[in-house]
């Protein structure tokens, strides 16, 4: 299947993209291991970690068809290119730049790119993005995105990111939010394996109060 084919696939098996910040090539496999049994299927290792790219090989390689692995805080269509040749197949990015997301979409990889305004959503979706990030919810509410839901496109996923626990998710995914993007929540650097699985297991949990 492509790229997005599994992307829809794993989202709808289970709509939370793991993202682990500082995770380094030695305890990747063993961490997305943790992932998975708990549940989680989408995994992210941002570039501004420890030698990501080997990571993401690592993670690619292990979890194979399992789960889609790609990479975080891309900022540059160069970048892209990286990822996509240590085996990643999702790029989420901070931004909505254009060329960031032209270039995912060319590689026949998953643009996620992160947004906040409505300007900046439609922005994205006409350089080819995929799925939504908005980005940091801190700064927002389900209230927004039940208004953005108004003007958006139904079929776009939109992934809210930043502060979410096992206990908050409920108003989101009733405003209209599709998913979640979980970052010190689910996984800081050093964490324990058996740590991470548990806190998966919790988010998967929470999805289903």
Known sequence: MSA???FNHYFAECPLVAIIRGVTPG???????ALYKGGIR?????????????????????LGDRALIGAGTVLEPDQVRQ????????????????DVIAATAAAGMV???????????????RAGA??????????ASPQVVK????????????????????TNMRPWLDAGANGFGLGSGLYKPDQSP?????????????LKA
């Open 130 to 139: 995929h799925a939504l990030k908005l980005f940091p919810a801190e700064g």
């Open 83 to 98: 990822v996509h040749e240590a085996g990643g197949r999702l790029i989420v990015s901070p931004s909505t730049y254009p």
């Open 42 to 62: 989408i995994i992210e290792v941002p570039l501004n970690s420890p030698d990501p790219l080997a990571s993401i090989g690592k993670l690619a390689a292990r």
């Open 4 to 6: 997005l084919e599994d």
């Open 111 to 125: 643009s996620s790119p992160g947004y906040f305004t409505p300007s900046e959503a439609f922005d994205a979706l």
């Open 194 to 206: 058996e740590e991470t699985g548990e806190r998966a297991r919790a988010y998967v949990e929470g």
């Open 147 to 166: 208004a953005q839901r108004a003007v958006l496109p139904k079929d776009v996923p939109l992934i809210v990111v930043g502060g979410i626990s096992p």
């Open 27 to 33: 305890e990747a496999e063993a961490i997305g291991d």
